[in-house]
């Protein structure tokens, strides 16, 4: 195909656009024609709805139900609990916001056919932990996207959406987007009054630690890059605690998930040599971190802060302890029906291992570091709060609106609120969209002005690189080494590669200082320019190009904020080698960022932490 050859231009106009058709997607989705019963709702999908986002293959655990009609939680609950498990800073109004609705949500998924467990003396749902409820989950997805789809006027799937588009009538207000369809190439301008946010975190800017063939088998679904951060990042809308990357402590090679172990089947853990390991550093955590070592629960980057400094000490492999549950034959059934049903490569791991969960205690370790918004981390955009609980400062238009007017947001998207998971996310994903339908309505008869020289310029930026491959695969000199491009996978490898070494990931056992930021930083400029020189040989290798371009700027605002907090907060989750202390006097804040596209700067700020829960 050559830069113009064989493809269409298609417009779709929308009062309201989804980008995203995960959890957080199908519930804006929903919602926004709930609201606007005579808008034009359309939701974009870089897969298909039906099998997309981190929910994809199912999911056995409801990790975020308040149980309020048995009187089992409130919201202000599980505010204290995500304030603790962060180290004392989230959005507590966006948090509490979520959890006074998400209950409501998870009763609609019931109804809508999701298989829920019920404990049969109560007839109440069958509880894995406080916050976790048990679900027969493998159509999960599938369940929810129904509904997205009946409310939707249009689902547009295999829709790669590279950028936004912004209104040329008033400043900093966002008017729609563009992107292509991977599977025929045809170029989509979307125009809308409201856009709504709803992608995926990143996975695959730090280096995994399986490589080769396994590269795809991280804990985090592969396909989510970025881009619910690059694609506000490049309007100039400001992010929130970009820094707060997560570690997760999982079942070695599979990344099989383990709150069903600890929480259900009463499992546990033990050094390589039989022994209880995490009393042994708690004097060291409290010399990092102070009081939050007896917070109850202990915060999770300590728990794997003591799993890391316990393989330092040469006591590995840290194991799970599973041979005595596994002799309950229910408790066994249950082991494997949880990886069947939602992470069926640790099943496959284990069989190909002969690890026996009955007969062997499976190994543990700590993933590579991911960036989301929406499980026990909180990176993400600033976005403004509800009306009746917000503080002044966190209010400055409608309800999950980022500084970017008409620019909303949900699930990983929204930085500050963490363990919305997804339930949360779908719940955010509703109360973004009430909020955009209002904006929408607000607007009136306004009319948006997009350019055409604007979208016909980005046109030529995101088809550049088949372009590229089709006049300099010629030169090939060996192999698929090009002196005249680079290929998306090569980008890649460069990327996770400098991030692991340079940011905090799995080589230097999540440890970073200034002067290996800042030379992070260098190499990261180098890797900009370079992708100008990017070739893709389809539109496969066209989507992973602009993957990669998501990926790469969500990077850098991950350093960025990774060099302006200057304190170890999160001991498990990364270290700075030269401030190796938290920090609660000078850094019981938040860190904002903005970057200018104009300018390619970025400035970096604080913004105060308002608690109102006691």
């Known amino acids: 195909m050559g830069l113009f050859g064989g493809r269409k231009t298609v417009f779709v106009d929308a009062d309201i656009l989804v980008i995203g ?12 024609r709930y609201w606007g019963r005579d808008l034009k709702i359309v939701c974009v999908e870089k897969a298909n709805i039906e099998r997309s986002g981190a929910v994809a293959q199912g999911l056995y655990a409801i990790n975020c139900y308040m149980g309020m009609q048995w009187g089992e939680n409130q919201p202000e609950d599980h505010v ?11 959005r507590e109004d966006l948090g509490y916001d979520i959890a006074r609705h998400v209950d409501a949500s998870v009763h609609k998924f019931e109804e809508w056919g999701l298989p829920m467990m019920r404990d049969p003396k109560t007839g109440q749902y069958q509880r894995e932990g406080k916050w976790q409820i048990m679900i027969h989950g493998e159509s999960y997805k599938p369940i929810v996207a129904e509904a997205a789809r009946k409310a939707a006027t249009g689902v547009y799937n295999r829709i790669m959406v590279t950028h936004l588009l912004m ?3 008033k400043a900093n207000r966002i008017a729609g987007a563009v992107g292509f369809n991977v ?5 989509h301008v979307f125009r809308a009054k409201a856009v709504i946010v709803c992608a995926g975190g990143a996975s695959h800017i730090f280096k995994p630690r399986a490589v080769g063939e396994g590269m795809g088998r991280t804990w985090y679904a592969p396909w989510s890059s970025g881009s619910c951060y690059a694609l506000p990042i490049q309007v100039g809308a ?18 099989g998930p383990v709150g069903a172990y600890f929480l259900h089947l009463k499992t546990y853990t033990q050094n390589g040599y039989g022994e209880e390991y995490e009393k042994r550093w708690y004097e060291d955590t409290k010399a990092l971190v102070g009081e939050y070592v007896d917070h109850h629960p202990v915060p999770t980057c300590l728990r794997n802060h003591a799993l890391l400094k316990e393989v330092a000490a040469g006591r590995g492999p840290i194991r799970m302890v599973t041979k005595e549950a596994f002799q309950d034959p229910h408790k066994e059934t249950v082991g494997w029906e949880n990886f069947l049903g939602m992470t069926i490569g640790q099943a496959v791991v284990w069989a190909s291992q002969n690890i026996d969960p009955k007969h062997i205690n499976p190994e543990l370790t700590t993933s590579e570091p991911y960036v989301m918004g929406s499980h026990a981390t909180c990176s993400g955009a600033w976005a403004s709060g509800p009306e009746d609980c917000a503080h002044a400062d966190y209010q400055w238009g409608y309800n999950r609106m980022m500084t970017v007017d008409g620019l909303f947001g949900a699930g990983d998207t929204i930085g500050g609120t963490a363990h919305k998971f997804s339930s949360g996310s779908f719940a955010e994903g509703r109360i973004a969209a009430k909020a955009a339908v209002r904006y929408v309505n607000d607007l009136g008869k306004t009319q948006l002005q997009v350019s055409e020289q604007e979208y016909r310029d980005l046109e030529k930026v995101i088809y550049q690189p088949l372009e590229n491959y089709r006049v300099g695969r010629n030169e090939i000199v060996a192999g698929t080494v090009s002196p005249s491009y680079l290929l998306p996978i090569q980008g890649l490898q460069r990327l996770e590669q400098l991030m692991d070494e340079y940011v905090g990931g799995i080589s230097t056992n999540y440890m970073t200082n200034a002067v290996m930021l800042n030379r992070g930083l260098e190499l990261l400029t180098m890797l900009k320019e370079d992708m100008i020189s990017m070739g893709a040989e389809d539109l496969h290798q066209l989507q992973r190009t602009w993957e990669l371009q998501h990926r790469l700027l969500a990077s850098e605002s991950v350093t960025r904020h990774t060099l302006f907090r200057q304190e170890t907060r999160w001991p498990g989750y990364y270290y700075r080698g030269d401030h190796m202390k938290l920090d609660d006097e000078n850094w019981h804040c938040f860190t904002l960022s903005r970057y200018d596209r104009k300018t390619g700067e970025w400035a970096m700020e604080k913004a105060p932490v308002h608690h109102i829960i006691d």
Do not use: H, P, W
């Open 21 to 32: 058709g995960g959890m957080a997607g199908c519930g804006a989705t929903y919602e926004s």
């Open 80 to 90: 204290r609990y995500a304030r603790n498990d962060l180290m004392g800073l989230v």
């Open 238 to 255: 400001k992010m929130t605690q970009m820094e707060t990357r997560i570690v997760l402590t999982r079942f070695k090679d599979g990344y």
């Open 167 to 169: 209104d040329q009538s």
């Open 183 to 187: 599977r025929t190439g045809d170029y």
